[in-house]
Nanobody
Framework: QVQLVESGGGLVQAGGSLRLSCAAS????????MGWFRQAPGKEREFVAAINWTGGTTSYGDSVKGRFTISRDNAKNTMYLQMNSLKPEDTAVYLC????????????????WGQGTQVTVSS
């Protein structure tokens, strides 16, 4: 099993920045890739970004390209999401996830999930 704990969420004004962290523990050697998803009230879970755990290959959702940057620190078993130029429509619960098999943009490819951290962007 892998446990994931997110941190770094909060309230920020439009145009501001936040950095989210996701700390992994347990059987972290089984992780192939990790990703960030977000879910706003009444909406489906949306892909934000993903990163291959060894090679560092990344992918981003269209709505965050050019504004968000995903990264990881293998030594610390931690993934990050640097969010710049935040918009009110970025308001959501942000969840990190880990996959044992592939770097993916879809939720069903991920085996483990954190509890989420709230990000609220005011206009």
């Amino acid at each position: 099993q892998v446990q994931l704990v997110e941190s770094g969420g909060g309230l920020v004004q439009a145009g501001g920045s936040l950095r989210l962290s996701c700390a992994a523990s347990g059987r972290t050697f089984t992780i192939y890739a990790m990703g960030w998803f977000r879910q706003a009230p009444g909406k489906e879970r949306e892909f934000v970004a993903a990163i291959n755990w060894t090679g560092g290959t990344t992918s981003y959702g269209d709505s965050v390209k050019g504004r968000f940057t995903i990264s990881r620190d293998n030594a610390k078993n931690t993934m990050y999401l640097q969010m710049n130029s935040l918009k009110p429509e970025d308001t959501a619960v942000y969840l990190c996830a880990a996959s044992r098999a592939r770097t993916s943009t879809v939720t069903y490819d991920y085996d483990y999930w954190g509890q989420g951290t709230q990000v609220t962007v005011s206009s």
